[in-house]
């Protein structure tokens, strides 16, 4: 028996919570809004791994509420462009998954109250 992931498992491991660049690139994360929606795209559940090296390099993984989001290819640039505004990040990455498919269950409580879900 292997420890390998299921055929067919999305492959998003955890953030690297413990970098002290975490916790700003989350808040530049959290500057980002998707236009449809009065939320930012963090507390929305969009962010779903933040990885940071010790050089300063970001990968930030997402997704997007629906495939066909209207601003599916501005979105990643957004982000980019926030979280590379960190003082401290060298460069960053940003990868657009849709697999595990956003759900309404990965907003913070926060966002479900701003919109009326609570």
């Not at 795209?41 to 209207?70: F, H, N, R, W």
Request: with cysteine.
């Amino acid at each position: 028996m292997t420890d390998a992931p299921l055929e067919g498992a999305p492959l998003i491991a955890p953030s690297s919570t413990d970098n002290p660049l975490h916790e700003p690139i989350v808040e530049a994360c959290r500057s980002v809004f998707d236009p449809e929606i009065p939320v930012n795209i963090y507390d929305l559940g969009l962010i779903y791994t933040i990885e940071i090296d010790d050089q300063g390099s970001v990968k930030v993984i997402m997704t997007l509420t629906a495939p066909g989001c209207p601003v599916a290819g501005e979105m990643p640039g957004w982000v980019q462009d926030a979280v590379a505004s960190v003082p401290g990040v060298r460069d960053v990455d940003v990868d657009m998954v849709f697999d595990p498919p956003w759900g309404m269950d990965m907003m913070t409580d926060e966002a479900r109250l701003e919109l009326g879900f609570m």
